[in-house]
Nanobody
């Protein structure tokens, strides 16, 4: 299973970006898909996630500003990021948790830079 992430870039504070992550697998092979980020000198942290049943979760720092969603096939997830702040600057990583004991996979990171 591979993950293809895209959508990062440079944006001014208050702006928006949308990240996407496509998993090369089937809907029923996915337990959950999540977005994480890692800023320089900091640990990787969970930003948002969506389970196969559609339950979503967000870190407190992004609640109300970010929204995770998925396509009809359930194998591509999106992270709509609004009202971006400089502290959102990080490399964003997509992760898929697979069913049937297949573990998880990480995608390549995509850089998000928010200028003040």
């Amino acid at each position: 299973v591979q993950l293809q992430a895209s959508g990062g870039g440079l944006v001014q504070a208050g702006g928006s970006l949308r990240l996407s992550c496509a998993a090369s697998t089937t809907f029923f092979s996915i337990n959950a898909m999540t977005w994480h980020r890692q800023a320089p000198g900091k640990q990787r942290e969970l930003v948002a996630g969506i389970t196969r049943t559609g339950t979503t979760t967000y870190s407190d720092s992004v609640k109300g500003r970010f929204a995770i969603s998925r396509d009809n096939a359930g194998t591509t997830v999106y992270l709509q990021m609004n009202n971006l702040k400089p502290e959102d600057t990080a490399v964003y990583y997509c992760n898929v948790d697979l069913s049937h004991g297949l573990g998880s996979r990480w995608g390549r990171g995509t850089q998000v830079t928010v200028s003040s």
